[in-house]
């Protein structure tokens, strides 16, 4: 199908100053030009808008691209004007002269790719003009948006649809760095194109290292993020927060010893935010602190470390903000900072929520999923694929804090640093922030078991047992047991299902799939 069309690699690089098509991309472009609805998973930095914006050089004609956020609009469109390729966004808010302007361009034919929000795309106006452009693809860019199963639902999503009755001719691509096979399926049935070719091309980033870091309190998460501040001196970072109040108060921390650092969040006017922005893309900033409203953060390739000082909802959207990281393929680190505190904060969010009980359900399985990723003792890369059904699958990834606990690329706690954050944090008006940032619900939860060398011994023949059932089943071993499960099975060493069914996480459902397997294990 790829050799039906002509001159693409010479479209790229007159174009896209760009000498080759990254994995995935020159497949999926090939599926629209011949016509065809096309479902395109890349990760976060396989270059997904290249699928799209290709088209509207390729066929000089508009290309309608929905978005979910103001400001990666504005960097995308910024980035392809930079390299001469007509484009423009319309938003909320936005002045009526750069409206103007934008549909000036527009009226001049030729390619041009439009970047509107999923709002936009529900009005009247918008409805009765484009039945009446020659439009050559409809692009829904972070797909997963779509579908309540996703980690980022959004309601304004949910009538994407009607694209496909106002140019019914037209292909659509749906693209997203981050869905399981139930999202792909909702995603589809949502835009009504059941019939999409579906394109997965890996969620395998072998230039990023992941680590985990468990810490006992915020202190110790601010000398953790000190230490690799220190270390990657280079290029830029990203710290992700739960909250805005948390945002703020490691800001205003990390202020006093770094310099070029700023917060981002959606409680920030526009005018502040479009600031951050302009800043951190010409360089004036290289340190941001930021909630998930930070969705900029994708197009810039030299994001040397991305940290989570609050663990996110769920692995989809860890994986998506890691994802932030490398984008130029070179080395580059990813560091969460996990608390049991943050277990409580993502209860609240559950608990808050307003989601039918069904949505609630999912939600907490995808937290408790995340909660054993975290607290694993697996290859990190290794349990992404298998959670996302990746079709490249490895065992041992060789750039993790698993596999490779002495690399250079890991974060070491430092004890300099830590004298130093500990004057700061002495500071009355910091010290205030930090208790309003706090003020959140925790759980309680068990402390980790101390085994002898018996119990060592059957933990470890427990996790070989458990890694063969995992590949058996096409599934994360986390998700099969958690550490901890297996170490207090491996510490009480049970010898009957009574015994067993007293240890925790050992409801009915597993006795009954792995009861007589883990009882021969440790006989």
Known sequence: MINNFANLESILTKNFNLNSFRKGQKEIISTILSNKDVMGVLPTGGGKSLCYQFIAVYYNKLVVVVSPLIALMKDQVYNLNKIGIPAGCIYYNQPIEEKKEVFAKMAQKGSFVLYLSPERIQKTG???????????????????????????????????????????????????????????????????????????????RPNLFYQVTECENEDEKIDWIASALNKFTEGRKIIYCGTRKNTEYVCEILKQNFQGVAHYHAGMSTQERTQIQDDY??????????????????????????????????????????????????????????????????????????????????????????????????????????YFKDSHRIKRCGHCDVCEPKSERMVQFSKKQKSIFSRILNNSEVESSKKNAGNIKSIKNNSTLDLDVESESRYQKLRVWRKEIAEEKDLPAFVIFHDKTLKEIAAINPQSLDELRKIKGMGDKKIEDYGWDILAELK
């Open 126 to 204: 918008f409805h009765e003009w484009i039945k009446n452009q020659d439009v050559a693809l409809f692009a829904i860019d972070d797909a997963h948006c779509i579908s309540q199963w996703g980690h980022d639902f959004r309601e304004e999503y949910t009538s994407l649809s009607v694209l496909r009755s106002l140019q019914p001719n037209v292909p659509i691509i749906a693209l997203t760095a981050s869905a399981t096979p139930l999202v792909l399926n909702d995603i589809a049935k949502q835009l009504q194109i059941q019939n999409a070719d579906r394109k997965v091309y890996g969620f395998y």
């Open 281 to 386: 893309q010409n360089g004036k900033l290289n340190i941001l602190v930021a909630t998930n409203a930070f969705g900029m953060g994708v197009d810039q390739p030299n994001v040397r470390l991305v940290i989570h000082y609050n663990m996110p909802s769920n692995i989809d959207s860890l994986y998506q903000e890691m994802g932030r990281a490398g984008r130029d393929d070179k080395d580059s680190t990813c560091l969460l900072l996990y608390s049991k505190k943050d277990k409580g904060l993502q209860v609240y969010f559950i608990e808050s929520s307003e989601s039918n009980p069904e949505i609630k359900k999912l939600r907490w399985k995808n937290l408790n999923a995340l909660i054993s990723y975290s607290e694993g003792s697996e290859c990190r890369h290794s349990e992404i694929l298998t």
